[in-house]
């Protein structure tokens, strides 16, 4: 391919100062040539031939290929000549360190969109031609300079280019290896293939049939070697068919680029990983302790039932009053009372059940503890929706007759050591010896132990309200517990009973009630208030963890900045450069959430066994918590990707 370049000025700025590099050059180069290029250090050897491999743009004059002008194309239609027409070979073989020999060979036809099979048989190829067919699964350190060098024109020459550019290919040789790498450029020369060749060594440039002499960057003299130039003239397919700007880098490939660079720093990615597997665990982990929660509470109300109410006395008068008319046994809740309620409101309660409550020292064996006595009556077990393990509960006949049986709680059961003959044995309550008659299954009491109505480390021992009564020397009441028929109408019952017994008692005493339903409804609050403080924390990780992989991205980008430049320098786009970090993001994004959601659903597995409560997976939590995930590492990516693409690949390659 014939070049030509028309007083092509360049100069960098230095702080203040303006250096100019190249001074209007003009040069043509013929098709099939083999042109040297010779200067001291800072001449513009360098610059030019940046310029002439379409990795560096001139500030002034007009650049021709094959008569295409070059000048007004973008940075991807560059990239899309490069890899199509250019093929370079540098000083420091640019290889890529990670990757095997075949990898780097095979990188210039990823980006040119070659099928896998493809690639395989031109690599191998390609790999055989340059002597290294045996070496095609080694890494680059693993090579010997020459081998390395060898590498890199294979690399060059695997698009088939019509233009190869050599900068220094012999300068970290020695002179044999030198000799047999310039021998091969002499003999691809002889295919037709343009070679430009950059050198200090004037042994070396007489290998071309040209050499320029560049100064202070301008062109000092040129003296033609090789008179009669009578070679091969590599064609290439039409310019228009090589110049579409399109990416030619498919998704699968991307992800495989970026699978790659992942696993070469393993600690890094795990510290990527770890942000979101945090943030994911602690999504699926919130919603299933919110759902745990809501569930113990419907699985309690299932047992105890939320038509369940309180009336009792309402002490926070006390001050109002003086502390004897207070304390008058006159103001508490008595037996004339319950039955006033009972008869006038048959047809909105079902059961009513009265409850006398104090604490009495409880004898048995060696337990000498103090137990919580409970005065009832029968209809308790229907109020408190109660279950026996073992025996009976109290019936009206131990009420009528003031037999002295009692029925043991769990917990009451358990402190007297699980005796399987429990049943008829004596216990001492106070003075009073009582015949055990029934225990109580055990009870999910966590609702029932916050309204203060049952504790599973107190020993409830429940005896007839006939006897607790006599025992306490009155016909009172600690308060009633009542089960209404309509559940929508509890609250309007429980304060029509209030209104009641305030009458009752003509205003001299305040009473007040508590529903089921209202302490369920503030516990589903509070686990609900839990839920969201815990999806916050859970938010605020993948925030944390977002910026994480922002600030280990553009470390990785600026390690990397050599490596961009050799891609693009053999043909990858910015919009290659893009898509490849930003698929590394989402990879982390991705892989972290899944590994999130794994380590969630065995979380969800032990809270399960814990609770004892099944069916906690949350199909939409998991998949909020893994698209949040997915989203954050692709948004997280954004910012060094787009650095990333925008690095100029003339200022990458110089990176050290």
């Known amino acids: 391919m014939s070049i030509k370049l ?153 698009n088939s280019p019509s233009i190869l550019i050599a900068d220094e290919p012999t300068g970290n040789l020695d002179s044999k290896t030198g000799k047999e790498v310039m021998n091969l450029l002499k003999e691809l020369n002889q295919q037709g293939i343009t070679i430009i060749l950059v050198t200090h060594d004037q042994k070396i440039a007489e290998y071309g049939d040209r050499i320029i002499y560049l100064k202070d960057g301008s062109i000092e003299s040129c003296s033609q070697i090789n008179l009669e130039v009578n070679k091969v003239v590599k064609k290439k397919s039409k310019w228009i068919q090589n110049n579409q700007v399109i990416s030619g880098l498919k998704i699968i490939e991307s ?34 302790i919110g759902d745990a929660g809501k569930k113990k509470i419907s699985q309690e109300i ?54 006398l409550n104090f604490p009495m020292k409880i004898k048995y064996k060696n337990l000498n503890e103090e137990a919580y006595l409970i005065g009832t009556t029968p209809t308790y077990k229907k109020t408190g929706n109660e279950t026996l393990k073992f025996g009976r509960f109290i019936n009206h006949h131990d009420i009528d007759n003031h037999h002295k049986v009692c029925v043991l709680s769990w917990t009451a059961y358990k402190k007297l050591g699980k005796a399987e003959d429990i049943l008829n044995e004596y216990i001492q309550l106070g003075r009073e010896r009582f015949r055990v008659v029934g225990v109580f299954d055990d009870k999910n009491t966590s609702i029932l132990e916050m309204i203060g109505r049952l504790s599973r480390d107190r020993i409830d021992i429940f005896i007839p309200l006939s006897i607790a009564q006599r025992i306490k020397k009155t016909d009172n009441v600690s308060y009633i517990e009542a089960q209404v028929i309509n559940f929508n109408r509890s609250r309007e019952i429980a304060k029509h009973i209030v209104n009641s017994l305030t009458k009752l008692h003509r205003n001299r005493s305040k009473f007040n009630y508590e529903t089921l339903a209202r302490y369920v409804s503030s516990s589903k609050i509070i686990l609900g208030t839990v839920s969201l403080i815990i999806g916050a924390f859970a938010s605020i990780s993948l925030f944390v ?76 939590a998991i998949t909020i918590a893994f698209s949040s995930s997915m989203l954050v590492g692709v948004i997280a990516g954004v910012y060094p990707a787009r650095n990333a693409s925008k690095l100029e690949p003339a200022d990458t390659l110089r990176y050290e």
């Open 6 to 158: 028309e007083n092509i000025k360049k100069s960098y700025s230095i702080g203040k100062t303006e250096i100019n590099v190249l001074k209007g050059i003009s040069l043509n180069i013929n098709s099939g040539e083999f042109l040297s290029i010779m200067g001291p250090s800072g001449s513009g050897k360098s610059t030019l031939l940046n310029i002439l491999g379409l990795l560096d743009k001139s500030d002034q004059g007009h650049f021709f290929i094959e008569g295409n002008n070059v000048d007004s194309l973008g940075k991807e239609e560059l990239a899309v000549l490069r890899r199509s027409f250019i093929g370079f070979v540098f000083q420091s073989f640019n290889l890529i360190p990670r990757l095997s020999v075949f990898e780097n060979v095979e990188l210039p036809l990823i980006y040119s969109n070659v099928d896998k099979n493809k690639r395989k048989q031109l690599v191998t190829k390609k790999l055989e031609d340059v002597g290294l067919a045996s070496k095609i699964y080694n890494k680059s350190n693993e090579l010997s300079g020459g081998e390395r060098q060898r590498v890199a024109i294979a690399r060059a020459l695997i």
């Open 545 to 620: 963890g977002g910026l994480g992989i922002t600030n280990i991205m553009l470390v990785s980008i600026s390690e990397r900045t050599k490596e961009i430049g050799i891609r693009k320098a053999i043909g990858a786009t910015s919009k290659d450069i893009l898509l490849q970090f930003l698929i590394e993001s989402a990879t982390i994004g991705i892989v972290g959430g899944g590994i999130g959601i794994i380590l969630g659903l065995f979380g969800i597995f032990l809270i399960q066994i814990a609770t004892k409560i099944d069916n906690l997976f949350s199909m939409p």
């Open 255 to 288: 992800i495989k680029l970026a699978l790659g660079s992942i696993r070469v720093n393993k600690l890094r990615s795990f510290l990527m990983l770890l942000g979101m597997i945090v943030a994911v665990f602690s999504l699926i982990i919130s919603v299933a």
């Open 302 to 355: 299932a047992t105890f039932g939320t038509n369940t109410i309180w009336v009792k006395r309402d002490y926070s008068d006390r001050k109002r009053k003086g502390e004897l008319d207070f304390f008058d046994s006159k103001n508490e809740i008595n037996n004339f009372d319950i039955k006033y309620i009972e008869k006038h409101n048959s047809d909105s309660i079902k059961y009513i059940t009265p409850k």
